[in-house]
């Protein structure tokens, strides 16, 4: 059994919001983006069966995103939701049978994150709603009351907590019906018992095990054997199991010149160490690396993709060996590669249940409520 700390009703931890793991807008935008889209469109396909969102490395909830103006050439921040929070409320509106699994190691991150997940749950989060009536405002022209042409969305789910709230909408704070569970624990002595415990269980209603989005983000090495691996285990092609990975080339390219190449890329690959020599032979640029860890992924996912790259472009964008993270979605379902950048018409297969097909889905959602 799991060892949770499931957050108390009253404030536990006095955490500062100085704590804030801070971000890059370079190297996160696209990540956010990504997480944003792909947990709405994964939930309302997955609903209403059971199931969880396992976000590994869940940070401090909100991060300090420094935004940088090349026209002033300043710097300035803002605090925007993190992986967690997103989770969060971008499930917010459909979140019954959904469990939201956060883990994180370090106890002041984890303080933070639990002083948000309090915040969360005693007070909801703010989803911005549009007022249904006529709603007029004067005009700052004429200073004559106009009608407001009506925006199509029927909700806004802001990215922040203090998000100025647009014309013709009212904020309103929910709560999730979800249950949302923080783990204080390094992942690798955590994820066996997470599978065991919230995925390996036959759900009553569905009479099937939950369905799994992993969201494993370590900002450096993730360890192939204690995680990775399990994670694929779980997957082994059929459907059931996602898992979108920050990879991190950094992490490998700064161990490269050191004594520690060898154990850092064992680790990484899951191959025993006295083969690396042989294995890694001609693996030499940031490419090969690439590759060589999305091949051992295909062992286990039908679709391995690099977020933003589609498919059928000849030229990938320039790989820079200055590029740090790689964003990667691992699936087994088609229909979520249109996320992950392909274009989406190219893809006539119809979503799961045969209800309704991916173009449809995907106008819908970006016409409607997210
Ligand atoms: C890049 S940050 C996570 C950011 C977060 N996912 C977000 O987008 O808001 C990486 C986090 O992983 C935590 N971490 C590092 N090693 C870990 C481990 N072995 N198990 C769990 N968490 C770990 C760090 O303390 C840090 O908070």
Redesign the pocket.
Same mark, same amino acid.
């Given at each position: 059994m799991c060892q949770n700390r499931p957050f108390s009703k009253k404030s536990i931890k006095n955490s500062k919001e100085g704590n804030l793991?801070k971000?890059g807008e370079k190297s996160?935008k696209s990540?956010?983006e990504f997480?944003r889209l792909f947990y709405t469109i994964w939930n309302q396909i997955t609903n209403p069966r059971a199931r969880v969102i396992i976000?590994?490395?869940?940070?401090?909830?909100?991060?300090n995103l420094n935004i940088k103006r090349s026209l002033t050439k300043t710097n300035y921040s803002k605090k925007i939701?993190?992986?967690?929070?997103?989770a969060i409320i971008k499930t917010i509106k459909i979140s019954q049978n959904l469990k939201i699994i956060l /883990?994180?190691?370090?106890p002041y991150?984890?303080a933070q994150l639990e002083s948000f997940l309090d915040k969360v749950q005693n007070e909801g989060l703010p989803v911005f709603e549009k007022i249904e009536d006529d709603f007029r405002y004067k005009s700052l022209e004429t200073g004559r009351k106009r009608k407001l042409k009506q925006n199509k969305k029927k909700n806004i789910f802001p990215e922040e907590f203090n998000k100025k709230l647009p014309i013709g909408y009212k904020k309103v704070l929910i709560h999730s019906k979800g249950e949302i569970i923080a783990h204080n624990?390094?992942?690798?002595?955590?994820i066996q018992c997470i599978i065991d415990d919230h995925l390996d269980k036959i759900d009553e209603k569905s009479d099937s095990k939950p369905i799994a989005l992993f969201?494993v983000?370590?900002?450096?090495i993730?360890?192939w054997k204690k995680?990775i691996e399990l994670i694929c285990n779980r997957s082994n092609k059929r459907e059931g199991t996602e898992m979108i990975l /920050?990879w991190s080339w950094e992490a490998i390219s700064r161990t490269l010149p050191t004594k520690f190449k060898n154990s850092t890329l064992s680790k990484i690959y899951g191959i025993p160490i006295e083969k690396i020599d042989k294995e890694f032979k001609d693996i030499l640029t940031m490419k090969d690396f690439l590759e060589k860890y999305l091949g051992q992924l295909r062992k286990y996912f039908k679709h391995v993709v690099e977020v933003g790259v589609p498919r059928d472009r000849k030229l990938k964008p320039k790989q820079s060996e200055h590029r740090k993270y790689f964003l990667i979605l691992c699936t087994n379902n088609q229909s979520g590669l249109s996320l992950a950048g392909y274009q989406k018409e190219k893809i006539g297969e119809k979503l799961r249940d045969g209800v309704i097909d991916l173009n449809t889905f995907i106008y819908q959602n970006n016409h409607s409520d997210n």
């Open positions: 793991i971000v996160n990540k956010y997480l976000d590994t490395h869940a940070g401090t909830g909100l991060v939701y993190g992986s967690p929070l997103i /883990n994180e190691s370090d991150n984890f624990k390094k992942i690798e002595d955590n969201f983000d370590p900002c450096g993730v360890d995680v /920050n």
